[in-house]
């Protein structure tokens, strides 16, 4: 309600709209969230954590078609960014399309090198397909480029069980 509030004194603010669809998802009321983010791409058409928010939040509430649909469309603009490509292998990897999935994962990593959670995903692409070197290969990117994120422990914990 607060933030409601001040959006009515002042609609642009894009980071408003994000903490309410942001709220709305995790009170798991994705219909209100769909239509924060819809009325941020009102005002700003280009916002890419809006497109990638309803994505993730039509994945959420389970419609696959709807949530690649939108972000193979964000995908397909100039400045699509690592985030589109990397929620586009999620909606992939829900979809049991790991192939695919890998695809995207790939895009994000090469869009930024430095961002550890598409190599940690390209990881497990790779054991799903019993691809031990490959794996092991991506989780070690994992930890070489974020040595203390939730995924590089993670990585970590996965180059063990691949070792036995």
Known sequence: AAYRAILAKAPALTLIHLQIAAAYRN??????????????LKIDPTNERAKVGIGMTNLEKGDL??????????AETSGATREVFYSLGEVKFAKGETDEAGKWYRKAADTDPAW?????????VAVNKGDKDGATKMMEKVIAADPMSPEAAQAKAIIDQLKK
Do not use: T
């Open 27 to 40: 009170k798991k009321d994705y219909d209100s969230a769909l239509a924060s983010y819809n009325d941020l």
């Open 65 to 74: 078609k709807a949530a690649e649909d939108g972000l193979l469309k964000a």
């Open 116 to 124: 550890g959670k598409p190599w940690f995903k390209l990881g497990l």
